[in-house]
């Protein structure tokens, strides 16, 4: 059975930082599209950024110049480095993959097979 597992969410203030890790079992992330989609309201999420096996990462708007995404296939982990941090970042995060590369619409949660249980991500004074 496929698992993802968030790590690293967690209260920071307006400017800080956090590092999120996804730890995935029997799975192998080197020939997947590896995502961090956010909570927005009930049952939609919308996408934060996608990384393929062999590129840098496709970034929301919302999060450019201060998240960065990154993976280790040799770990089959994914990270979510977040940098100047906003109280609008204040959401669940989850770590969601599938197979194959990622295509033009990786900010669609439907587009994703797997998903971990989320992590909780508060910005605040």
């Known amino acids: 059975e496929v698992q993802l597992v968030e790590s690293g969410g967690g209260l920071v203030q307006p400017g800080g930082s956090l590092r999120l890790s996804c730890a995935t079992s029997?799975?192998?992330?080197?020939?997947?599209?590896m995502a961090w989609f956010r909570q927005v309201s009930g049952n939609e999420r919308e996408g934060v950024v996608a990384i393929g096996s062999a590129d840098n990462g496709t970034y929301a708007d919302f999060v450019k110049g201060r998240f960065t995404v990154s993976r280790d296939d040799r770990t089959n982990t994914l990270y979510l480095q977040m940098n100047d941090m906003k109280p609008e970042d204040t959401e669940k995060y989850y770590c969601v993959s599938d197979w194959g590369h990622c295509g033009s619409n990786w900010w669609y949660q439907g587009s994703y097979a797997f998903w971990g249980q989320g992590t909780q991500v508060t910005v605040s004074s």
């Open positions: 029997a799975y192998s992330t080197s020939r997947s599209c």
